[in-house]
Structures are given as structure tokens and as C-alpha cells.
């Protein structure tokens, strides 16, 4: 069956966040692990993540995916920003340990003017220093538009990362179909072609979850503006060959589109129906 979900506010605690996901209909979900535009977090309930863990079980919720702040930036030109990223990562990972085997996605970063090979080095080098081989996350980086100055925005430049870092089983990619679409990926024409190129770049194995969105812009704009399935110019036909390509129907797909709770229940239940993965 299609794993589905969309992006919850994280603020009343996750028993609340497991509740309003199985009111829309889901069976996983994204949340900010802190503040998205700030940083704070809220101190971890034990209580809430034992009823928690139990609940999502009972529900058969799983594969979720945890989203860094905006403002983790791994390879800003400026010390003290990537220092205040590392921090986040590395309290971040920390967290995640209370809800284990889950996933923790995060933009590599902007290199805001550093050129994208330094970019590439500062973030590798974040992520050595923080994965430890006891951790029970795995790490996403997710694919990017290639607004402003962004690493990530091509497959060379996420593996080039995934290179760097030793403990390469804690690491994954996160797809981003409104991201990928405006980097110039054309997946409304050639998905089978460009999901055979990520295969020769990174590799499949390394796909661990979707963002499943539409897109305001052109493919190739480098726009990174979301709309909702069906209303941009991917288009509902060509979202619907993502959620059923054999290489891709297993993951988890997260909505990261302008709705509320009425529109995102449409759109899980939507895609549920054009979903072929009965199995
Ligand atoms: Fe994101
Ligand atoms: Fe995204
Ligand atoms: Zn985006």
C-alpha cells in the first residue's frame, strides 16, 4: 500500500502530530524538528513519545520524515551561521534518537558565494563530524531547485557529498519532484531517463523518500515555488507515473503543497486511488 502523508506543525508534541495524521488519512508525515525560520526546540516529553511510539505501531505509521530548520545552513560564508547549523544537526540527531529508524532530512545548504566545491567540503565535513555508527537515523539530503547560490540542485553535486562522508549507511536522498522539476529534471517527459541517470549517479538504493509536489514554474526556472498536485506544471498525470514507478512506489511520499487540513486529506486520498501499490 502507498505510504502517504503530508507536513504537520510540530508545536503540540507528536502524539498530537500521529492523531492528526491519521485524521488526514496518512501513514507517515513531515515535521520541522524545531522552529523552521529560528531554531529552538521543544524539550522531548518522554510520555508523549512512549504513547507515541506505541500509537504509531497500532496505526501502522512509519518512514517518517523529520525536516531541519531553513535556517541550518552547513556552508554559509559566515562562521558563525555554519556553526549554529552544526549545532541544530548535531541536538537534531540527538532527538531523532527518541524516535528511532526514522528518517531526518535537511537542504545541503547555500554556499552564499563560497563556490559549490567549498559548499560540498564544509557540509561533508559537518556530517563526518557529527553521524556516529550508533545512530538509528538516516541522514537525507534532499534535492534542490538551485534558487540563489544551492548545493544540491544537480545529482553530481549530492553525490559528490555522499562521497565525502565515511559512514555512508547512515546517509540517503530525499527526491523532491517541485525541486527537481525546476533544476531542470524533466519528469513529466522522461522519468524513466532521469530516474536511470540518478541510478548511474548515486544509485537508487540511496532513494529513501519523496516530496511529493506540483510546481508553479517551468522546468529548468530554479524557482522552487510549490503548488498543489494537479494545479502546476508537472501535472497530476505525471505525479501519478512517481507514485507507481516501480523504482520510487515503496517510499514514503510527503505533501509539501499550499493546503490546509480539508486539501490535504483530498490530496492523500486522491492519490491513494491513483495509487497501483495494493500490495
Ligand atoms: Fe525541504
Ligand atoms: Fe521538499
Ligand atoms: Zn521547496
Avoid at 504513547?51 to 504509531?56: A, D, N, P, R, V
Wanted: glycine share 8%; charged share 25%.
Amino acid at each position: 500500500m502507498i505510504r502517504i502523508g503530508n507536513h504537520l506543525p510540530s508545536s503540540k508534541g507528536y502524539m498530537a502530530m500521529a492523531k492528526h495524521a491519521v485524521k488526514l488519512g496518512a501513514n507517515t508525515f513531515a515535521f520541522f524538528t524545531r522552529n523552521p525560520r529560528g531554531g529552538s526546540a521543544k524539550p522531548i516529553q518522554e510520555k508523549d513519545i512512549l504513547e507515541f511510539l506505541s500509537y504509531i505501531r497500532e496505526k501502522n505509521i512509519d518512514k517518517l520524515v523529520a525536516h531541519a530548520p531553513y535556517t541550518m545552513n552547513l556552508c554559509s560564508a559566515k562562521p558563525e551561521i555554519r556553526k549554529f547549523g552544526f549545532q541544530m544537526l548535531q541536538d537534531d540527531i540527538r532527538r531523532m534518537e527518541y524516535t528511532p529508524n526514522q528518517y531526518y532530512n535537511f537542504h545541503p545548504g547555500s554556499h552564499t558565494g563560497q563556490g559549490i566545491e567549498i559548499g560540498i567540503a564544509q557540509i561533508a565535513d559537518a556530517l563526518n563530524s557529527v553521524l556516529s555508527p550508533e545512530q538509528h537515523t538516516t541522514i537525507l539530503l534532499e534535492t534542490m531547485a538551485g534558487k540563489g547560490s544551492e548545493v544540491g540542485s544537480s545529482f553530481e553535486e549530492l553525490r559528490e557529498i555522499l562521497d565525502r562522508v565515511k559512514l555512508q549507511d547512515k546517509m540517503g536522498i530525499c527526491l523532491d519532484t517541485c525541486h527537481i522539476w525546476d533544476a531542470g529534471y524533466d519528469i513529466v517527459h522522461n522519468l524513466d531517463g532521469i530516474l536511470t541517470k540518478f541510478d548511474a549517479v548515486i544509485g537508487l538504493h540511496k532513494l529513501c523518500s519523496v516530496h511529493l509536489n506540483d510546481s508553479m514554474n517551468s522546468c529548468g526556472s530554479h524557482k522552487d515555488r510549490h503548488q498543489k498536485l494537479g494545479k502546476g506544471q508537472i501535472g497530476l498525470e505525471a505525479l501519478t507515473r512517481v507514485i507507481n514507478h516501480p523504482a520510487l512506489k515503496n517510499l514514503p511520499f510527503i505533501l509539501e503543497t499550499p493546503n490546509d487540513d480539508e486539501g490535504y486529506a483530498a490530496e492523500i486520498a486522491l492519490m491513494r486511488k491513483l495509487s497501483q501499490n495494493n500490495a
